[in-house]
């Protein structure tokens, strides 16, 4: 059983930046960010292996940066350039084995 607590969340401008952070009780070889916004479903936006492998979504790209410190058990997002658009419940997400864990969620809205 892996445990994820999420943190950095919050209400941002457009064009503005924030970090979110994700610590995980154990180790898993995949971990990322996925989020889901009002009457959408959930979608990915950034994925990293314990190889330091990333996978970005297309509407992220240069703008987003995951990163983790695998010592921590802890991935990262930072991300710089936010529109409205971004505006979601940005849940971590980690695969260990064949298992998949998910935390609670951090509200992330960019809105002038």
């Known amino acids: 059983q892996v445990q994820l607590v999420e943190s950095g969340g919050g209400l941002v401008q457009p064009g503005g930046s924030l970090r979110l952070s994700c610590a995980a009780s154990g180790s898993a070889y995949i971990m990322g960010w996925y989020r889901q916004a009002p009457g959408k479903q959930r979608e990915s936006v950034a994925i990293i292996t314990t190889y330091g492998s990333t996978n970005y979504q297309d509407s992220v790209k240069g703008r987003f940066t995951i990163s983790r410190d695998t010592a921590k058990n802890t991935v990262y997002l930072q991300m710089n350039g936010l529109k409205s658009e971004d505006t979601a419940v940005y849940y971590c997400?980690?695969?260990?084995?064949?298992?998949?864990?998910w935390g609670q969620g951090t509200q992330v809205t960019v809105s002038s």
């Open positions: 997400h980690a695969r260990s084995g064949i298992n998949d864990y």
